[in-house]
């Protein structure tokens, strides 16, 4: 079984198959708490995602937050193994893109 460091490096992996050319840049959570782990640049669109390993897993402070703030900017939200598949493809529509 992956844990979260296994699981995002995973993802990132598919983020980049699934959205040729994108950038993800892993954000560090000690420069501001709270803020989602990846930041996923396509083009002149943006998302953000932060990763759980389950969808309930607990949330760390300001999480909550920061995902409903980026999400009312661009598109941002809370990704785990279980709801990979329809995050994705909410990313994807969000960004104007095939699913």
Known sequence: MLNEAGYQAKLIKKLKQRFPGCHVVKNNPAHT???P???ILIENQWGM???K???TSPRQPN???Y???FDNMGYASFISPD???RVLD???LALGLKL
């Open 37 to 39: 782990d990846l930041l």
């Open 90 to 92: 909410e990313l994807a």
């Open 67 to 69: 995902v409903q703030q």
């Open 33 to 35: 708490q709270g803020i």
């Open 63 to 65: 999480q909550e937050h």
């Open 49 to 51: 995602l932060e990763i």
């Open 83 to 85: 709801s990979e598949d």
């Open 53 to 55: 390993m389950s969808e």
